[in-house]
């Protein structure tokens, strides 16, 4: 038998302060992920998010939460351990950020994904994974 390892799979977005840019932005950073990761939903462990401080309309395992019911998301995120902080206020960061860390089984390489912006983050990841 063999035995799946955790793997923690990395993103982040650019999103306006806006309840639908971040549920927009958030769901399809996450159905991506799940997507290239090739991930199940059996296969999830825990969603955590962080947000610069000028994103404040909307958390976004909340986001993931309402976007179940109208079918934006491709997992029924109510059965996964979700968690969001707010990163630390840093000189000169990247403004109007989400970033995401999944935990998963998985004995595949893991895949990162940087988006709308958000490949300045990591442009040594941002666009290998496509």
């Not at 090739?38 to 986001?63: G, R």
């Not at 989400?98 to 988006?115: E, G, Q, W």
């Amino acid at each position: 038998m063999m035995f799946k390892k955790i793997k923690a799979i990395r993103g982040a977005t650019g999103a306006e302060n806006t309840k639908a840019s971040i549920t927009e932005n958030v769901c399809a950073l996450c159905n991506e992920l799940f997507r290239v990761n090739k991930l199940k939903q059996k296969d999830l462990v825990s969603i955590q998010f962080s947000v610069t401080d000028d994103i404040d309309e909307l958390n976004p395992c909340t986001a993931l939460r309402l976007s179940l019911t109208d079918g934006k998301l491709i997992f029924d995120s109510t059965k996964v351990a979700l968690f969001c902080t707010q990163e630390a206020k840093i000189k000169n960061y990247l403004p109007k950020m989400i970033r995401v860390m999944i935990t998963a089984y998985s004995n595949k390489p893991v895949k990162n994904i940087y988006i709308n912006g958000a490949e300045k983050l990591r442009p040594d990841l941002a666009g290998k994974n496509r």
